[in-house]
């Protein structure tokens, strides 16, 4: 087991300790009165159910909870957000430093932090002891190349997530100093459905992110925050304090990644040394930016860089040579942190709306469930307000020679597009803009500024979410978990009938072949589907490498009929010579154009290696596992589903969930890979949200005093 005996006590023990002093085992109160923090519960999964003394032994709880499962992630990433990476962990960091630097994410860090109330900034500061008590108690779990990144503060925990949220989200580094950034892809799913369409008459939340899988600030970690007056559970990103993904009985909300520009790129014209501005030269700000650099020797080499500063923010150099000043909104708004817990204690509607109002989180569209039946859906975001320009406009370089284009304030919580309690009884998100969050659609793009998002076109996965819940049937919690399951091809139930007709009758053999093989399969990506692969490869033809061009469609997407287009084929022979050459390429790569998809197709970590099912979101399927190439004969998750849950406000409540990767990412941990078999299956766990739960399936007990 993956536990260090000197905080842990066996099960049985514990269950004689409790007989022999006849004190319930259920009974929290009893046992925390004699504890300075709290105790944590790890279930046989590695999540840990936190049951602090009072609020900020909770935040304590929390961060020792991470340490334990994800200590040397941590570390990693504080270390990176204080701009010292390459200190600690030598030159392939420098430009992970100097970005962070440049943008002074730890200083303004230094004033988030001093910003905070005082009780949630001893939260804070007791989420950062939780990590430092933690690495001291047990030093043989940490890595000793993370060590000396501690003691962290709380300052480190505002800087990491300063730079997720501004400078990973909104305003990373490739997205700022290349080509547009493409606002499109990313992937998670989310929905609210009312009461109204429950059969049970309660309302249900799923809540389902999708991001890749390998990279460290990515990583999601499943818990349950208890303490005086509030039980929250769900997941958030490593190195968090707060879950961001959430619910209690009361409500329950998601995330998923929206097209909000937070981030401004001010092209500049040089004059003189400085640049021009409103008709005249004006002088850059300039500051010496020192740092240091870990050589192979281990010797810290000093390091410095002159930073430029323009009116819109810091400047840099594009990948064309050209200058290019930095805005980036909401670095004056430091309560993302404490906004997301104010949602996660909301007790109803008009307490989780009253925190949504203070538009501190910048980025993310938010999608909201309660007890009483309300559901929500909001653009949620710190964007910048505009009197002209539209969306491809400010996603673009703009004129930085003017005051014109500097922002004109904030647009407003009341003038973003939202959706509340629809008469469809839903409202869904897939990383698509807002016009199309329930169905029939009641938002409209000519009632917004231009640059509140993209028109579309909506993607194929989207348009399944929508399907699979548009129109008055009523559902049942079992019906919401199967349509979550499920592996069908949107694009293959509208075109491949198309694209068989259009065959039938070609002489060629692989066409023959083809057809034989796409008429038995079922259109699904399911482990034992034959001819999924074959369609994966003639799409991918037919659509581009991200399954995003819909050119080769007859009829092109439209936001009047945003569901049933694009539809046809605009070039029939085309597609069916694509076909002939995905027979090829089909059997070049998987061997044979009826491989079974789950033999190629592989939920492998570490020693657990499993048959796969989910595809590309792009093709429709909402299930979505972006799979990565080929390796060795068999190809891994890249990036997909992460964190499931789906709660409905039953009494008691009903949640399901998984985490595909496992809640621990320490070496030697069980949980690296104990859920892929859930994965696998296409089933979900049971979250043991009561203590009664939990002790019944308890992996052990931390006491934190």
């Known amino acids: 087991m993956f536990m260090n005996k000197s905080r842990t006590r066996p099960i049985v023990a ?51 909870a991470q340490a334990h499962s994800y200590g040397n992630i941590v570390l990693k990433l504080y270390g990176t957000a204080r701009g010292r990476a390459a200190e ?5 960091e420098e430009e992970s430093d100097r970005w962070v630097l440049a943008n002074g994410v730890y200083d303004r860090a230094k004033a988030w932090y001093a910003a905070q109330s005082p009780s949630f900034r001893k939260d804070i500061d007791a989420f950062a002891q939780g990590i430092n008590d933690y690495a001291t108690k047990h030093p043989n779990d940490i890595s000793d190349d993370v060590k000396v990144v501690l003691p962290v503060s709380g300052v480190d925990v505002i800087a990491h997530s300063l730079r997720l949220m501004n400078y990973v989200y909104i305003a990373s580094e490739t997205k700022m100093l290349g080509e547009p950034p493409e606002r499109k892809a990313g992937g998670s799913n989310t929905w609210a459905i009312a009461s109204t369409r429950m059969t049970d008459g309660h309302a249900v939340l799923l809540a389902n992110p999708h991001l890749p899988w390998s990279y460290p600030f990515f990583r999601y970690y499943e818990a349950q925050m208890n303490g005086p007056g509030f039980s929250i559970y769900g997941a958030t990103q490593v190195g968090l304090p707060v879950l961001r993904f959430a619910f209690s009985k009361d409500v329950a909300f998601s995330n998923t990644v929206n097209t909000i520009l937070g981030a401004i790129r001010y092209r500049l014209t040089p004059d003189e040394g400085g640049y021009r501005f409103d008709g005249k030269t004006r002088k850059f700000s300039v500051k010496t930016i020192h740092y240091k650099v870990k050589s192979t020797d281990g010797t810290l080499l000093d390091q410095s860089f002159e930073q430029r500063y323009a009116v819109q923010g810091p400047v840099f150099k594009q990948t064309d040579g050209s200058l290019m000043a ?34 501190q989180i910048p980025m993310f569209n938010i999608v909201y469930a309660d007890h009483d039946g309300h559901i929500m859906y909001l653009d949620n975001g710190i964007l910048p307000k505009h009197s002209e320009g539209d969306f491809n406009f400010w996603n673009a370089p703009v004129n930085g020679e003017t005051s014109e284009t500097l922002p004109k304030g904030i647009v407003s919580y009341e003038d973003l597009p939202k959706v509340i309690d629809p008469s469809s009884g839903f409202v869904q998100n897939a990383n698509d803009p807002p016009w199309v969050s329930t169905y ?18 909506m993607s194929l996965r989207a348009q399944m979410s929508v399907t699979m819940l548009a129109g008055t049937e009523k559902l049942s919690y079992e019906d919401v978990v199967k349509r979550k399951l499920d592996t069908h091809s949107l694009l293959a139930q509208r075109i491949l009938p198309q694209l068989m007709a259009a065959a039938t009758g070609d002489p060629r053999k692989n066409i023959v072949d083809a057809i034989r093989v796409l008429k038995e ?6 482990a034992d589907s034959r001819g999924a692969l074959l369609f994966e490869t003639w799409a991918r033809l037919m659509m581009g490498p991200k399954f995003t061009d819909f050119s080769n469609f007859a009829r092109p997407w439209s936001l009047d009929d945003p569901i049933h287009t694009p539809d046809g084929l605009k070039d029939a022979t085309h597609a069916v010579n694509l076909l002939d050459q995905a027979v090829v390429e089909t059997r070049k790569l998987y061997g044979a154009i009826d491989t079974p998809f789950g033999n190629v197709s592989r939920f492998h970590i570490g020693k657990i290696n499993l048959p796969g099912n989910g595809g590309f979101g792009n093709t429709g399927i909402f299930r979505t596992i972006t799979w ?8 891994t998750p890249f990036h997909g589903e992460t964190w499931v849950s789906i709660v409905s406000f039953s009494s008691p409540m009903r949640a399901k969930g998984l985490l595909s ?25 049971d979250l043991w949200l009561t203590r009664t739960e939990q002790e019944a399936h308890l992996e052990s007990v931390d006491s934190l005093k």
């Open 14 to 64: 514990i269950l004689l300790s409790a007989l022999a002093f006849s004190i319930p085992v259920a009974s929290h109160a009893a046992t925390s009165k004699s504890l300075e923090h709290g105790e944590i519960l790890w279930d046989t999964f590695g999540v840990p159910h936190i049951y602090g003394k009072d609020e900020a032994g909770t935040f304590y709880g929390f961060g020792w």
């Open 88 to 92: 600690y962990w030598g030159k392939s």
């Open 326 to 359: 930095l805005y980036v909104a909401g670095l004056d708004r430091p309560g993302m942190l404490r906004q997301y817990w104010d949602m996660g204690r909301s007790h109803n509607f008009a307490e989780f709306q009253a925190a949504t109002k203070k538009l």
């Open 440 to 457: 029939p659609r009641i938002l409209h793009p000519e009632a917004y500024p231009a640059y509140i998002s993209l028109t579309g076109p």
């Open 521 to 526: 399969w079922d259109q699904a990506d399911n």
């Open 628 to 635: 990565g190439p080929m390796k060795d004969g068999q190809r």
């Open 661 to 685: 990767y496992g809640n621990s990412g320490q070496p030697g941990s069980p949980h690296q890979s104990d859920q892929l078999s859930y994965l696998s299956s296409k089933t979900l766990r």
